[in-house]
């Protein structure tokens, strides 16, 4: 099949499915929480963690003045809170009270971490630097809260226990088949 070749502007979905997370941060008292799908490590040692993030996100502006975030990892229950926090402004609205979001305690930071999370890390902010029209915030990542079922002890997701949230663009969510699962080498 011929493939189509384009140069310059790409719709930027070709690469997905990628995992959607709820990012999360505080500043004088106020909570809020967003989607993102464009993150990453970036450094086991020390441990590094990437945020692409519009400037104009009401969170950009928590995380620049409190200089922490959180990023939060969910199972495909809570796509809906995801599609939810990820469309509606944090400047105009509770989004925690708004969606019912229940809340566990950090423990380096004062961001807020989702119960409902298998994985969270609380990140303290090292690097803001901006490409193109996003910022790119690179988080240590000083805490980690881990919810033990959700692992196998190779520490892998356990997909029996687990269905991570995937984005494929436009408003699309699925998630993974276990049986699809092959160890190769
Ligand atoms: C699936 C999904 C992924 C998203 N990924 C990002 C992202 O990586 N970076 C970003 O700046 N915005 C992303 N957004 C948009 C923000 O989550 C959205 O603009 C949100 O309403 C911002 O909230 P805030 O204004 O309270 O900070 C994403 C939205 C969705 C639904």
Known sequence: MAKVISEGAISFYQHYPKIAAILTAQAKGKDNAMTVD???SLSLNPP???IAIAPERFTYQLIID???FGINFLSFESAELVALVGSTPGSQMDKFQQF???RSEP???QVPILQDAYAAYECQLVDDRAYGDHR??????VAVHLLKEAFTPEET???DKVSPILYLGRELYLTSAKDTVRKIL
């Open 136 to 141: 790119l915030l690179v988080g240590e990542i």
């Open 66 to 68: 409190s200089k922490e």
């Open 100 to 102: 019912n979001i229940a």
């Open 157 to 159: 997701l356990d997909l």
């Open 38 to 40: 464009w993150h990453t």
């Open 107 to 109: 423990v380096k930071t």
């Open 48 to 50: 590094l963690y990437g």
